[in-house]
């Protein structure tokens, strides 16, 4: 079976413009998890939905960040606009029936804004 | 804020020895999750110990918990260069918490 699948795995862009992270969880999954990666504060949980629905998004830094689950194989989080201190690793993840079981990883979203 | 502390943060051995990596957290867990992580790539699930259980293996692989210490450690038994990769616990502190991963451990085996 297909793991979590994330696209783009790298985006460079400049300062100001649109981002667009895409996810596709593994089938039958119901909880899907947004986490940012960095050097300086390690993994961070942004986001995470249970059956399409945002749970909890007390991890998002700003306005600026805003998630989405249209459907249960799905799930975009945008920032817009990008600034430097956005540049990080952006993980999806996802689990089957708990929201603190094991977790699914994706290969992650590479982002540097210029 | 991270939930578990990863010790040491980064550790460098001989293939053919045995790792040892711990994690220490603060508050009441529900489990303890380790996940490795190659350069480069997502996280990988290893093992879970729920706060009942004390040991556990898999493989290589064993994991204490010591809830009256907060603490868990993580074994690896005669390991490969292909074993190096960053290592992080991670833990759920009960209802309605999120699992909360620590900074993680890198480890390096010289082949």
């Known amino acids: 079976d297909a793991g979590v699948i994330q696209s783009p795995r790298h985006e460079v862009t400049e300062m100001g413009q649109e981002v667009t992270l895409r996810c596709k969880p593994i089938?039958?999954?119901?909880?899907l998890f947004w986490y940012r990666q960095t050097m300086m504060r390690g993994l961070e949980l942004l986001i995470y939905?249970?059956?399409?629905?945002?749970?909890?998004d007390s991890g998002m830094p700003e306005d600026r960040f805003s998630a989405k689950m249209p459907n249960a194989s799905f799930s975009t989080l945008k920032i817009q606009p990008s600034e430097p201190r956005d540049s990080a690793v952006y993980f999806c993840?996802?689990?089957?029936?708990?929201?603190?079981?094991?977790?699914?990883f994706g290969e992650g979203s590479r982002l540097t804004v210029l | 804020s991270q939930q578990g502390e990863e010790d040491p943060q980064a550790l460098s051995i001989q293939e053919g020895e045995n790792a040892t990596m711990n994690c220490s957290y603060k508050?009441?867990?529900?489990?303890l999750q380790w996940y490795r992580q190659n350069s480069g790539r997502g996280l990988v699930h290893l093992i879970l110990?729920?706060?009942?259980?004390r040991e556990k293996h898999s493989g290589r692989l064993r994991v204490t918990l010591d809830t009256s210490k907060k603490s868990s450690s993580l074994l690896i038994t005669a390991s490969r260069a292909a074993d190096t990769a960053s290592y992080f616990c991670?833990?759920?502190?009960?209802?309605?918490?999120?699992?909360?991963f620590g900074k993680g451990i890198t480890l390096s085996v010289r082949p």
């Open positions: 991670a833990t759920d502190g009960g209802a309605n918490s999120k699992l909360t």
């Open positions: 939905f249970n059956n399409n629905v945002p749970i909890d």
């Open positions: 110990i729920r706060s009942n259980e």
């Open positions: 089938s039958g999954h119901d909880y």
């Open positions: 993840a996802s689990s089957f029936h708990h929201r603190a079981g094991k977790l699914f």
């Open positions: 508050t009441s867990i529900n489990n």
